[in-house]
């Protein structure tokens, strides 16, 4: 089924549609504001794989010269390893989105955001946080709340949500957001010498506009009714954590007290070799 939906978000038109694209996916979404188109797919496996004990998540952002209409030049036409900003741009992808899976969840996920096509004048890293997100919440795996990110500028003592590049240029603040309804999950960014109260109003200002997308998130789950599938999580050994704890936390309370850096160091590694 093809089901596609806009939704004004600040002073952008966001159009989100599934069901054309990458159908074998277990989620996918083509996420346009302007001329940025972003492809937003995830796969992930039914069941953990024989006695795996960590949740292999791999999120990728991929930007490539098609994107701007181009081939790359010269004798070598392939386009090399990840550039620094693909590289960071994943990093912001996945520190939002890792800590929403339930505990004990270990079956692989993939998430792949792609740019079709590019737009110079709109800021990519905040559209595709939120187009990972809600290619997560609309497949079928077991990913409970719609997570969003915004990036947040201010011009002239005024916050404007997802700013231009012409606009960021001459914002003092530059904030990368990512968040659920309820909760501010991951900050990233950098500023000119602001205040507390300031970053403050600028990280409210930001969580207030992705409960907006949030809440169209959820409409939109809901006009496709997608059933989640079934999982079994990995249960801890609650008796073997507890006395792990009492064995090692007071040790590690006293050491991070410690001013020294290598004394510390040496304090946390005499708590923790007895247990190797």
Known sequence: MFYSENFLFGKDTISVETGKIAKQADGSIVYRVGNLVLLATVCGLDEPKENQDFFPL???YIEKMYAVGRVP??????????SEKEVLISRMIDRPIRPMFPEGYFA??????QVLS?????????????????SL????????????????????????????????????????????????????????EISNEELLEAIKFAHDSIKQFSQFQCKFLQKMRVEKRKISLVQKDANLFKQVKD?????????NKCSDKKEKSTDCDSALIPLL
């Open 137 to 192: 919440y609309c497949s079928n795996i077991p990913f409970p709340k719609p997570v969003s990110g915004v990036q947040i500028g201010r011009i002239d003592g005024k916050f404007v949500l997802n700013p231009s590049l012409k606009e960021m240029a001459i914002s003092d603040i530059d904030l990368i957001v990512g968040g659920t309804e309820d909760s501010v999950v991951m900050i990233e960014g950098e500023a000119n």
């Open 108 to 113: 692989d996920v993939q998430v792949i955001v």
């Open 73 to 82: 030049s010269g004798y070598i036409k392939r386009e090399s390893k990840p």
């Open 58 to 60: 791999s999120c990728d």
């Open 247 to 255: 064995f090692v936390y007071q040790k590690m309370v006293t050491a």
């Open 118 to 134: 590019a737009d110079k004048e709109v800021s990519i890293a905040g559209h595709a946080i939120t187009a990972a997100g809600l």
